[in-house]
């Protein structure tokens, strides 16, 4: 079974460009425009990995982090953080308060995502 990756973001061309560059890759991709849309995909189908934009409506990236963090179900996701602007909290913050694996700075290559995707799949099976 492939391992599933939910990708959020509320800029369409961006989802769409990575959910592409995955999908083709092998792996089975659910996508969110948005943190509250993403929760209830997480709810509903628990994925191997979470790739959330930092800045979107409703709910952002750090309050759907601090869901996942907060509930036992999920507390373990893999986390990967996109961000346009500068960060109101650092990365190694991001990391240490909120363990999340690694961070992404827009505009950034699907390519790019693609090999950070993999590797955090990669070593989440290897341990």
């Known amino acids: 079974m492939p391992k599933r990756v939910l990708l959020c973001d509320d800029e369409i061309h961006i989802l769409r460009a990575a959910e592409f560059k995955i999908k ?19 709810e ?4 191997d990995v979470v790739v959330t934009d930092f800045q979107m409506p409703r709910l952002d990236g ?3 982090t601090r869901r996942v963090r907060e509930d036992p179900r999920t507390r373990h996701l ?3 953080m ?5 960060f109101e909290i650092s990365p190694e913050e ?11 700075a827009k505009p950034f290559s699907p390519r790019e995502l693609l090999q ?10 290897a341990s």
């Open 24 to 42: 083709k890759a092998g792996y089975d991709v659910r996508i969110a425009g948005d943190g509250q849309e993403a929760w209830e995909l997480i």
């Open 82 to 86: 996109l961000t346009a602007k500068g």
């Open 62 to 64: 750090l309050g759907l």
């Open 116 to 125: 950070r995707v993999s590797k955090i799949l990669e070593e989440q099976e």
């Open 44 to 47: 509903a189908e628990l994925p």
């Open 94 to 104: 991001l990391a240490e308060k909120w363990n999340v694996i690694d961070v992404i």
């Open 78 to 80: 893999p986390i990967l």
